[in-house]
């Protein structure tokens, strides 16, 4: 079935007015916003000197307090790492993802019919250690000290001095 609309079209123009940039110039900026991003995030990604990755990931707008550890291969949101706020003190696994954004792209029926980009922040309090292979979703807020199992799967707020296992994520202790 042939849809009506180019999906590429519609998921640049929700990018241009979340950033409110317009016409030629305005994709310009987009296009030069996401390849300095992708960029930056290329070079923190695949570096074994933790502190140059936080320091790759705060030029992308990512707030990171002091103290933080973040191992290679995290991968944190390459469309809105503004959206992102970690905490002193916390430490990030290998293979983790944290994502302030979800967005059916490639399908016009899911965007069109209540699947809509869903765009919300992330906090991680300070304290928090998130073990490898972790995926953390749009709107989580993971509260002071606690702990995400590996390879644990959180949506919604953890609560503070918790421990967190499984797919989806649920707190089987607190302190």
Known sequence: MMYPENIS??????????????GAFGKLQLRFRFANSWLLHYFAYSSLHSGFSIKMQKMRGVKIGKGCHLAPYVLLDLMYPH???IEENVGIGSNTMI????NPTANIFLKNNNYPRKVDPVVIKSGAWINPGCIIAPGTIIGKN???SIGSVVTGNI??????VGN????????
């Open 9 to 22: 079209d519609i998921n640049e123009k929700e990018l241009l007015e979340y950033y409110g940039y317009k």
């Open 83 to 85: 959206l992102i706020t």
């Open 99 to 102: 994502f302030t954004h979800v």
């Open 146 to 148: 606690s702990i995400l």
């Open 159 to 164: 609560p503070d001095n918790s421990v967190v």
């Open 168 to 175: 989806p994520g649920r707190v089987i202790k607190k302190n």
